[in-house]
């Protein structure tokens, strides 16, 4: 842990903000880069229904300037919390949302994930995927968890 970096997905939500609060200061104890990543997910939908303005190929364009924008943003801020000699990597990939946490993870050899948790409980976590627990449970590195 004390020489990777820290991974840091990020959908740019309020919650992930302050995961990456706490993504922050362990770099900063360990003295170790961070790595962020948002990954978005395939646009999909068929065409001839005529519901979708753009195309797949557009909207995956649209989303990932989006995207690249947020992050100049976020890495603006991330930059001023770190001493000089620590960088802020990022990293837009698409498709599965865990599968793609997990394959940056291990391909960057990352020391640690820091994720935020969106907390839902009853019906609601029932019905959607908590990605932070599947990402706790299958990471090969250690996962802090934030709620």
């Known amino acids: 842990m004390r020489t990777s970096h820290i991974l840091c997905p990020t959908d740019f939500s309020e919650t992930a903000s302050h995961a990456l609060g706490y ?76 599968a793609q946490i997990l394959e940056e993870a291990e391909e960057r050899e990352v020391g640690m994930i820091v994720i935020a948790s969106h907390g839902h409980t009853g019906i609601s976590h029932m019905l959607s995927p908590n990605v932070a627990e599947a990402v706790a449970n299958q990471a090969l590195c250690p996962v802090l968890v934030v709620k």
Not at 45 to 53: E, K, N, S
């Open 23 to 98: 993504a922050v200061e362990m770099a900063n104890l360990y003295a170790v880069d961070i790595r962020l990543l948002n990954v978005i997910s395939l646009p999909y939908g068929a065409p001839d229904y005529g519901i979708l303005v753009d195309s797949p190929a557009e909207l995956l364009q649209d989303q990932e300037a989006y995207a690249d924008e947020k992050m100049k943003m976020l890495v603006s801020e991330v930059r001023e919390q770190m001493p000089s000699g620590l960088f802020v990597h990022t990293n837009i990939r698409s498709g599965g949302v865990l």
